[in-house]
């Protein structure tokens, strides 16, 4: 069974920079996906960051070049590193993985973690 544990969520001021991290609890080959998604309350869940089974990131449109995501298949982590934020990225963070499939950035997105807050004051 995969579990999902998130942390590094806090409470920033407006330009400052987060590091969220993912724990697996077990190791995920090449044929998952690993990404990031985020929800304010009241709206849809929307992806964030991926890494798709072919290895290549993808990136919602609304990080433009202020996200990095990374995987360590050594010590289980999907991290995503946030910089240059803003209070538009107020919400919460989710880490997800699955196979490919249908959904966002060709995965089918199983597996979710708790979620870990992110909040930005202007």
């Known amino acids: 069974q995969v579990q999902l544990v998130e942390s590094g969520g806090a409470s920033v001021q407006s330009g400052g920079s987060l590091i969220l991290s993912c724990k697996q609890s077990?190791?995920?080959?090449?044929?998952?996906?690993v990404g990031w998604f985020r929800q304010v309350a009241g709206k849809d869940r929307e992806v964030v960051a991926s890494?798709?089974?072919?290895?290549?990131?993808r990136y919602a449109e609304f990080t433009s070049n202020r996200f990095i995501i990374t995987q360590s298949t050594i010590n289980l982590n999907v991290n995503l590193k946030m910089y240059r934020l803003a209070p538009d990225d107020t919400a919460m963070y989710y880490c997800?993985?699955?196979?490919?499939?249908?959904?966002?950035?060709?995965?089918?997105?199983?597996?979710w973690g708790q979620g870990t807050q992110v909040t930005v004051s202007s």
């Open positions: 077990i190791y995920l080959s090449s044929d998952y996906c």
């Open positions: 890494i798709a089974t072919d290895g290549r990131p």
């Open positions: 997800a993985a699955g196979p490919a499939g249908r959904a966002e950035h060709g995965c089918d997105w199983k597996y």
